[in-house]
Structures are given as C-alpha cells and as structure tokens.
C-alpha cells in the first residue's frame, strides 16, 4: 500500500526558507522509474508542479529552479523540498506525489502553507 | 513552459457526455503520449483518472476516457453521474527531460 505524507510549517514569514518533508511508505526510489514530485495549489487555483526526484536525478520547474531543491534522505524513505525567498504569492496548499509511468498515482493529503508577516 | 489551456468550466446534464479539452504545444502534449488527467473535488487531493493519454488506473470507472490529436488532447466522460462533479486538470510531460506541466483546469457541473 503506497502512502505519502507531507510535513512542514503553517506560517512562514516572507523572505524565509521554507522545508517541506514528505515521507513515504510502500514503495522505493531505488526502484527504476519511480519518482516523488512536488505539486502545489494556491487557493483557489491550479495544481502549480515544483520538482520531481528519480533515483540520482531531479528535476525543477523552470520558473522556480533557482528557489528550489529537491533532496533524499540516505534512507530514501523520506523527499524534502526547501523553497527559498518565500513570498505571499507562494501561499498554497503543497502536495507530494508518486510518480510512475509519467503521472501521479498517489498522493498526500496536502500541507496548506501561508506566507505572511 | 506555459500552462496548458483548459476551459474554464463545461457542464453536462446526468447521463449526457462531456469533453474537456487540454491544449499545449510541440514541446508537450503533441511531442509526447505523457498526457495524465486529475479529478479534484473540493478540499480533497487529486485523483488520478487517465494516464499516458487513454489508459485508466486500476479501479477508475470506464466512463472515463482520453484521447490525443496533435497538441490537444481530451478527457470524456459519459454517462455523467452527480458524483463526477469536480475540477480536472490535465498535465504532460514537457521538454527533453522529465518536467511536467498542468492546465488550468476545468470546473464541471453536473446540472
């Protein structure tokens, strides 16, 4: 049974970093072709996607990619995303999802983070 | 990259059938069969519906179904029940390496 769970901060102030974790069970990053993306949807909008990680490779949106990185743990049981500069316009609800056969067949139930002083 | 195009909203009366469109370009939608579709209902996390452009995941009801022409690709629902009212969104693969992008999704009402 595959399940993901995203951790992080409510609140962050503008300018801070933000570190989200997703932790993992019922599957490996070892495994070939199997990814952990970050997606994220402010209120009201649309699915925005951040990074995706592979075993030994990542990948960033191009509008984002000197803000983010995408990391795992030694373990690869858990994928932490760090969005630096943080602004108001970033405040949304951020998933993590697997990734197989170039889609998202599972997801975590979300994190809604707001940006604000 | 820029988000792929979706209609804003479409709607259907239960039992009819209701297309909705996703257009990108070359260097997505028309260049890979990456194309997945996402149901949304509100304060819930995606679903995923369709993946490389027509195929259903594993217990997704065969009223749903995709299909790709060019740099357009389409999810069609039919027979459409109250339960399938919700946001979809659409997102392929773009670019040379594994980046992905979303539409901008679809409110469907079931009138």
């Known amino acids: 049974q595959i399940t993901l769970k995203e951790s992080g901060p409510t609140l962050v102030k503008p300018t801070q970093t933000l570190t989200l974790t997703c932790t993992f069970s019922?599957?490996?990053?070892?495994?070939?072709?199997?990814?952990v993306g970050w997606i994220r949807q402010p209120p009201g909008k649309a699915l925005e996607w951040l990074a995706l990680i592979y075993r030994g490779a990542k990948f960033y949106s191009p509008s984002l990619k000197t803000r983010l990185t995408i990391t795992t743990d030694a373990l690869q049981s858990q994928v932490v995303l760090t969005m630096t500069n943080m602004d108001p316009v970033d405040t949304a609800t951020y998933y993590c999802a697997h990734d197989f056969d170039w889609s998202f067949g599972y997801w975590g139930r979300g994190t809604p983070i707001t940006v604000s002083s | 990259q820029s988000a792929l195009t979706q209609p804003a909203s479409v709607s259907g009366s239960p039992g009819q059938s209701i297309t909705i469109s996703c257009t990108g370009t070359?260097?997505?939608?028309?260049?890979?069969?990456?194309v997945s579709w996402y149901q949304q209902h509100p304060g819930k996390a995606p679903k995923l519906m369709i993946y490389e452009v027509n195929k259903r995941p594993s217990g997704v009801s065969d009223r749903f179904s995709g299909s790709k022409s060019g740099n357009t690709a389409s999810l069609t629902i039919s027979g459409l029940q109250a339960e399938d009212e919700a946001d979809y969104y659409c997102?392929?693969?773009?670019?040379?390496?594994?980046?992905?992008?979303f539409g901008g999704g679809t409110e469907l009402t079931v009138l």
């Open positions: 019922g599957f490996s990053l070892s495994t070939s072709g199997v990814g």
């Open positions: 997102c392929s693969h773009a670019g040379s390496s594994a980046v992905r992008v």
């Open positions: 070359s260097s997505d939608v028309g260049n890979y069969n990456h």
